[in-house]
């Protein structure tokens, strides 16, 4: 049958029909049988209810029906949905669980140019939309349909569909779900499954900002080029944004979702999904279940939400959540921030300089390489901070610290921490009775470990117990060795003296540097008796000439103190013993009080001529021993800085405050030295009161002694 030119009206009835409308806008039906139509040029209007028909709309903007079962054989409250296309409110023929029309046949339908409005009904059909703003509506069973160039708007409804927008900025729904289509009214969906038969749909965006909907079912969707919405809905879907700044929710179901390029927006929803961000800066939100997240590259927001999540950040600096659950989370890229959140976590920084936070729960955290911040928060937390400079905070708990190499700072926080400095010069504060701390191995000018007590007091004190002589006090801590460091207890006492509880350490240095009574010290007026000068007085010093003495102190040491802790025992150093009237006179001092050597010794094997021994250091020479006393007086005196001054003679060292040397001197006489140096309150004050000359360790002090 031919239209021809005109607005023509042709019924193909019964049998195969082959109808060609022509020009203009023609009404066509093609009736029961496999029909092949052809609108042609105009707006036509085609139906074709039943057999395989083949249907080319041509230019215009057509409306084809093909295969569509009539109304009446749904329920009374048959839904709507609204057409873009017109703008009106039109009943959706296939929502629901039947067939009506189980022989309308696998239609091929060509919208052509123009924007056009497809339906069909059952069986498997073929839709292409072609050029145009298109509405395509699948109908049941397994449709191929392709919106072409355009925009577009396609329902899938009822079976697994393959969906294609093309080109164009496209909306694409796979069928029905708890996601309303706009416009749409009528028997409300159940939110768990509102349509089992929907299908598992495969829809692909191509290029353009499309809005894509899976649905219900096992839905793939490819967001394509362009910035994308993509909601896989219900079940296990397999969502890929592609290229563009795309926004992807995976809804219910294991999802697997791929961000790919582009700064994507990514929610996995409910259900155990995997998630993989791709390049550049992505947002992702693992939601409940257990989700595995990969950040990928970028810098990269990370949330997992609830459940036991396994997270990676990939390259870049990513900001990472654990939520609730016990996670694992690797930092892996470059300078991250990670927090645990609730539940017993493991988190690794790998590498960068992190910021590692446990939250609540019992965690374990390992920082890695590099100089990295790590802190335990709420719960008995494994906190080790690897390689780098880093600084590690056990908070709230009976902590679990290890420094790991290189030089740290370890606060335990309140709770019983047991903390390990291992390698490196580490600093030790925030800490409290019943911690025990261990300063580690090393043997060498690069591990010198320290307790800070600044602020661990609160208005009370404390005292040494149990320092334990067998371990040399020095200033040499090696964990390896008994020799090196030592061991003992810090008993932390109230403002009455009361003891409030004690900390163990070991391979700790302590230093208590002074003279005894009857030392001759060289001043601009004649040698003077140690326990003669008084704040004021002019002293000649090796380095700077002439110094007033900023502060002077004593501590009286009795026999029964003696007994307890032999290591702080004087050394006698006979006339002589040092060189030729050096000392002048039998001298004793502190056993750890350094005296200044100074020989070719020293330059062959320290390349430094001038070096500081501590008095103990030095009893393998001939005339230098430890020695037996009924109790004597140690006297300190202190300059703006450390210096070497004339005792009996022989060149050694004044006061340097140090973590233990203050230790030593009791609380009343250290509160006067922070009233004159409040800067040495302060970690920088006391690093900054530097020795006058480099200070050698026992096993260094030996190769002049033998």
């Not at 080029?225 to 879907?237: E, K, L, R, V």
């Amino acid at each position: 049958m031919f239209g021809g030119a005109g607005n023509d009206t042709i019924d193909g009835g019964d049998d195969a029909d082959w109808i060609d409308g022509g020009i203009g806008d023609d009404v066509i039906e093609g009736g029961i049988d496999n029909d092949t139509i052809m609108g042609g040029d105009g707006n036509d209007t085609i139906t074709d209810i039943q057999g395989a028909d083949s249907i080319f709309g041509g230019s215009g903007d057509d409306s084809i029906t093909a295969g569509v079962d009539t109304f009446s054989d749904y329920p009374n409250d048959q839904p709507t949905y609204f057409n873009p296309l017109t703008g009106n409110v039109e009943a959706n023929p296939y929502f629901g669980t039947g067939d009506p029309n189980k022989e309308d046949g696998r239609d091929y339908v060509d919208g052509g140019d123009g924007n056009d409005t497809i339906r069909t009904g059952d069986d498997a059909d073929t839709i292409l939309g072609g050029n145009g703003n298109d509405f395509i509506n699948a109908g049941i069973d397994d449709d191929s349909v392709e919106g072409g160039g355009g925009d577009d708007f396609i329902i899938g409804s009822h079976g697994s569909d393959i969906l294609k927008g093309g080109d164009g900025n496209d909306t694409i729904y796979g069928g029905f779900g708890t996601e309303p289509i706009p416009g749409y009214a009528g028997e409300e969906p159940d939110a768990t499954d509102p349509q089992p038969n929907n299908g598992k749909d495969f829809i692909d965006g191509g290029a353009g900002n499309d809005v894509l909907y899976g649905e219900d079912d096992d839905d793939t969707i490819l967001g394509g080029s362009g910035n994308d919405y993509i909601d896989g809905g219900i079940d296990n879907d397999d969502l890929d944004g592609g290229q563009g700044n795309d926004t992807i929710l995976g809804g219910q179901g294991n999802d697997n979702i791929l961000g790919a390029q582009g700064d994507d927006v990514i929610d996995g929803g409910d259900g155990n999904d995997y998630i993989f961000a791709g390049n550049d800066n992505d947002s992702v939100m693992g939601g409940a279940g257990k989700d595995t997240i990969d950040g990928g590259q970028g810098n990269d927001t990370i949330d997992g939400g609830d459940g036991d999540d396994f997270i990676e950040g990939g390259f870049g600096e990513d900001s990472i959540m654990g939520g609730a659950g016990n996670d694992t989370i690797f930092a892996a890229g470059d300078n991250d921030t990670v927090d645990g959140g609730d539940g017993d976590d493991s988190i690794s920084g790998v590498r960068g300089d992190d910021l590692l936070i446990g939250g609540a729960g019992n965690d374990t955290i390992d920082g890695g390489e590099d100089n990295d911040t790590l802190k335990g928060d709420a719960g008995d937390d494994s906190l080790m901070g690897g390689f780098g400079d880093d600084s590690i905070v056990g908070g709230d708990g009976d902590d679990i610290i290890s420094g790991g190499g290189d030089n740290d700072t370890i606060l335990g926080g309140a709770g019983n921490d047991s903390m390990r400095g291992d390698d490196g010069q580490d600093t030790f504060r925030d800490v409290n009775g019943g911690d025990t701390i261990d300063g580690g191995s090393g043997t060498d000018a690069s591990d010198y470990d320290v307790i800070d007590l600044t602020g661990s007091l609160n208005g009370g004190g404390y005292y040494l117990d149990n320092v334990r002589p067998d371990n040399d006090p020095g200033d040499t801590i090696d964990g390896d060795s008994p020799n090196d460091g030592i061991d003992g207890t810090i008993v932390f006492t109230d403002a009455s003296g009361a003891e409030t509880g004690r900390l163990d350490f070991t391979n700790i240095e302590k230093i208590i540097p002074c003279f005894t009574p009857g030392t001759l010290i060289a001043t601009p007026k004649g040698e003077r008796k140690v326990e003669d000068l008084e704040v004021g007085d002019r002293v000649i010093t090796r380095d700077n000439g002439i110094q007033e003495i900023r502060w002077i102190g004593s501590r009286a040491m009795s026999g029964e103190e003696f007994a307890r802790s032999e290591h702080l025992r004087p050394v006698l150093i006979r006339q002589g013993a040092l060189g030729k009237n050096l000392p002048e006179r039998d001298m004793m001092v502190s056993p750890n009080h350094r005296v200044l050597v100074a020989n070719d010794k020293t330059a062959l094997y320290f390349e430094e001529r001038e070096v500081l021994v501590a008095a103990k250091h030095l009893t393998g020479l001939e005339g230098v021993d430890i020695v037996e006393v009924s109790g004597t007086t140690y006297i300190h005196v202190m300059f703006d800085q450390h210096e070497v001054i004339l005792s009996d003679g022989t060149w050694t060292e004044s006061f340097q405050p140090g973590d233990m040397s203050l230790a030593g001197v009791g609380n009343a006489q250290r509160n006067e030295i922070l009233e004159i140096f409040p800067e040495l309150a302060t970690r920088e004050g006391v690093d900054g009161y530097m020795a006058a000359r480099r200070t050698l360790k026992k096993h260094e002090a030996k190769l002049l002694t033998r």
